[in-house]
T-cell receptor, first 113, second 115 residues
Framework: AQSVTQLGSHVSVSEGALVLLRCNYS??????LFWYVQYPNQGLQLLLK??????LVKGINGFEAEFKKSETSFHLTKPSAHMSDAAEYFC???????????FGIGTKLQVIP | GAGVSQSPSNKVTEKGKDVELRCDPI?????LYWYRQSLGQGLEFLIY????????KSGLPSDRFSAERTGGSVSTLTIQRTQQEDSAVYLC?????????????FGPGTRLLVL
């Protein structure tokens, strides 16, 4: 069975500081991994995804994530936080060949001016 | 349409009443998903439709919950005899197919409040 753990339901960073949102997964087969973002009063949108190949994945708005199989992690990072990054971020996993996508509980990112 | 649409955007109902939530997926998308987003609970998978195949209902929390997808397009999620713990945002998503890591496109959700 697949599962996702997001460490820290709330993360605060200063504007311009590094953003690091943690995600660990469990999967019995090679996974597909996703990060979604939900801005206030908006729907979920895809930030980035890992399928196969290059383990460092770049997404929209300067975010990137690295798939580390040995650590079963897919942490989301951004070098410099912007006020507009304040949102809730969801990590998700899907096992190849299966349809169900399992989401983490989400991490709310607060950016302090 | 341009994106996934859901209606109503907000629904307030009394405990014990039935509610129907509607999802219009992106045209041509064969896969459709329902999720529930409760406060502090993240997204909980409810049910999945793929074309004309039997749906994956493994996420439905009780037999009060059911869903249909007519003509491979519009879907309706029905909650019978609503309870206060059913209060949540119900999200619908669609994707082109389900055989790979295709991007799911999410609707804006229906916010359900059971009094």
């Amino acid at each position: 069975a697949q599962s996702v753990t997001q460490l820290g339901s709330h993360v605060s960073v200063s504007e311009g500081a590094l953003v690091l949102l943690r995600c660990n997964y469990s999967s019995s087969v090679p996974p597909y991994l996703f990060w979604y973002v939900q801005y206030p009063n908006q729907g979920l949108q895809l930030l980035l995804k890992y399928t196969t190949g290059a383990t460092l994945v770049k997404g929209i708005n300067g975010f990137e994530a690295e798939f580390k199989k040995s650590e079963t992690s897919f942490h989301l990072t951004k070098p410099s936080a912007h006020m507009s990054d304040a949102a809730e971020y969801f990590c998700a996993v899907r096992e190849g060949g299966y349809q169900k996508v399992t989401f983490g509980i989400g991490t709310k990112l607060q950016v302090i001016p | 349409g341009a994106g996934v649409s859901q209606s109503p955007s907000n629904k307030v109902t009394e405990k014990g009443k039935d509610v129907e939530l509607r999802c219009d997926p992106i045209s041509g998308h064969t896969a459709l998903y329902w999720y529930r987003q409760s406060l502090g609970q993240g997204l909980e998978f409810l049910i999945y439709f793929q074309g004309n195949s039997a749906p994956d209902k493994s996420g439905l929390p009780s037999d009060r919950f059911s869903a249909e997808r007519t003509g491979g397009s519009v879907s309706t999620l029905t909650i019978q005899r609503t309870q206060q713990e059913d209060s949540a945002v119900y999200l619908c998503a669609s994707s082109l197919t389900s055989g790979g890591p295709e991007t799911q496109y999410f609707g804006p959700g229906t916010r359900l409040l059971v009094l």
